[in-house]
């Protein structure tokens, strides 16, 4: 008898505590954000923490590429999109005709679109023309640019990401991509592949640069090279600075803008750069 009672006990508190972890329960509250890969690892950390200060709210987060969140915020299937890209205006008439509001834009971190190169590598900077001329097509050896005899093996984001849209409007000035460029589905996946091959290059978002080398970016042959850091992606100094957005139909509400109000606090800007990414240059 006594055995039983101990055994009711324990799974009533296992229950009781299950019921008090980051809004697990029948009555949670629930927020979910989706679209940008790269500010996946953000997206979460920011959900992580803020659960631990809601009990009661879960704030769910997946990825899929900025596109994905678009796609998701005009059928109504997200309360928030993350993107790493401004939504297009004709994205913004579809919410409107679909979902009759208007698509407002909270700015909720800043990123340096890195350029990846392996640890080896020995070159030093490169120029917006000369990634444009890699990207395209029309640089195929490292020489071209001022590096060793060796054919470029470059790769890229899939056509749903965020970045790659900004990376072809702001480096290829919206021409297409090389044919044989090699796609990869996720920042992470690049900077893989980067890591273990001294011939290629790629590109990302910051926070994702590690076990491989950034190149600093000159603006043109005339300009100094400069890497993105805090002071330079602020200043927009950076050539490759860019704003990471949470968008939303209409104004947001109830716990939805609770999250969004917490995440431009102080307190939520300083996980910016705990994650990697850098928090937006204050007022």
Known sequence: MKSTLTIASLVFALLLVAGCGGGSGPSAKVVTIKGSDTMVI??????????????????????????????????GGTDICAASRPMKDKEKEQVRSRRGKEVVE????LDGVAIYVH?????????????KGIYTGKMTNWRDVGGEDTRIVAYSRENNSGTYVF??????NNEDFARDMQTLPGTAAVVNAVSKDPASVGYGGIAYATTIRT?????????????????????GE??????????TAGEPSGEAKAFIDWVLSQEGQKICEAVGFYPLKQK
Request: no cysteine; charged share 10%; net charge negative.
């Open 119 to 131: 640890q080896t590598s020995h070159l030093q900077s490169i120029t917006q023309a000369q990634l």
């Open 215 to 235: 190149l600093p970016v000159r603006r043109d042959d005339s300009s100094a090279p400069v890497q993105p850091s805090l002071e330079t992606v602020q200043s």
């Open 167 to 172: 990376f072809k409007e702001h480096v290829l």
């Open 42 to 75: 953000l997206a979460q950390r920011w959900a992580e923490i803020y659960m631990g200060l809601h009990a009661d709210v879960s704030i769910q987060v997946t990825g899929g590429g900025s596109g994905t969140g678009i796609a998701a915020l005009i059928n």
């Open 106 to 109: 909270t700015p909720v971190a």
């Open 238 to 247: 950076y050539p490759l600075s860019r704003n990471l957005y949470f968008y």
